[in-house]
């Protein structure tokens, strides 16, 4: 186990590094400090909202499996959480803008915070409540605090160029950083210290209310504009005439959405997957390793998009095709295993 604390560190130490130092001076933008102090606000806040949802990744599964619920009904629990999810996400964005992007965000703080606590509760229908509850927060999560980061931003008469800036480190510490540490954190909580399967939640918890405390201190609230607010109907039929006027954003829509559910076919299975007899496995370190493999493709992305050539549609074929093939190998997998038992099988006979 040492060595493979010493492999993630030193792959998590190499990729910051490589970020940070392959940067060329026409790469670095010289702001001022009133940007920089609101920049450095929002990269605290957000990093520590997407701890608490990073804390939680590897050990969902594991802690229903730990109360007695088997495939079929953790199966029902993580549609649940989608679902609500898919629902609450087509009118977050138009009641975010009404009723205030900062209010949404606490919002999403104590939703959250509400989800963590049902995991305590081993009774399906609390968890279930919790599911919902982790949806609904996922929603604001990728909406809301977006959505503040823009409108204050301008508000505030920042540069457009300086938005860019604070997107890609908050790329960078909340989609690789804090994934690495929450889930080698985790592991810590849950193997190390052995304070069960719940201590990732109830740490979760305890980083969304210091982040709430910083949102409702420090950020202002400012909302959509009104002159510009369109019913939900209306931005219903709005997205629907705009992809009825161009196939290649239906096309668009059905290859995201394809690639997405592979994706979170991968997340309800890979507990299961390497621990098919209830093994004991190292989920956060394992979830840790997927980040930085995260971490490493977004570096590499950046890069690409940054070149004229060669075209998005050409490397992105490619990267399906790893995808497909990656997904093929516990295919393979399990049917070598079965290889030998049919040879033995018919030589006996």
């Known amino acids: 186990m040492e060595i493979f604390y010493f492999l993630v560190f030193g792959g998590l130490a190499a990729v910051v590094a490589v970020l940070e130092f392959s940067k060329s001076n026409k790469d670095r933008v010289n702001t001022p400090t009133a940007f920089n102090s609101f920049k450095n606000n929002y990269l605290v806040v957000y990093s520590l909202m997407m701890a608490g949802d990073w804390l939680q990744g590897p050990y969902v599964y594991y802690l229903y499996s730990q109360y007695g619920y088997g495939k079929g009904d953790i199966g029902q629990l993580f549609i649940a959480g989608f679902g609500s999810s898919m629902l609450f996400g087509t009118i977050v964005g138009s009641l975010a803008d009404k009723q205030g992007r900062k209010r949404a965000c606490v919002t999403y703080c104590i939703t959250y915070i509400l989800s963590c606590i049902t995991k305590h509760s081993p009774h399906y229908k609390v968890l279930m409540l919790g599911r919902v509850l982790g ?186 095709l790893i995808s497909a093939a990656a997904l093929m190998l516990p295919v393979i997998t399990s049917v070598c295993c079965f290889i030998p038992l049919f040879l033995s099988l018919f030589c006996s006979l």
């Open 135 to 320: 949806g609904i927060a996922t929603s604001l999560l990728f909406s809301a605090f977006e959505s503040w980061l823009v409108a204050e931003h301008f508000k505030r008469g920042f540069d457009q160029q300086w938005l860019s800036v604070t997107f890609s480190k908050a790329i960078f510490l909340g989609n690789g950083l804090v994934a690495i540490l929450s889930g080698l954190f985790g592991n810590v909580l849950v193997d190390t210290l052995a304070l069960g399967p719940v201590a990732p939640f109830d740490a979760a918890a305890c980083f969304l209310a210091i982040g709430m405390a910083v949102i409702m201190s420090s950020w202002p609230e400012n909302y959509g504009d009104a002159s510009e607010g369109k019913d939900l109907l209306s931005q219903f039929k709005a997205a629907a005439v705009a992809i009825a006027s161009d196939e290649k954003i239906a096309l668009l829509g059905a290859i995201q959405s394809l690639f997405e559910g592979s994706m979170y076919t991968f997340v309800f299975l890979w507990t299961p997957a390497l621990s098919p007899s209830g093994e004991d496995i190292p989920h956060g370190f394992i979830f840790a390793t997927f980040m930085l493999a995260s971490m490493l493709g977004s570096s590499v992305a950046s890069r690409l998009l940054a070149r004229s050539s060669p075209k998005a549609e050409s490397y992105m074929q490619i990267v399906f």
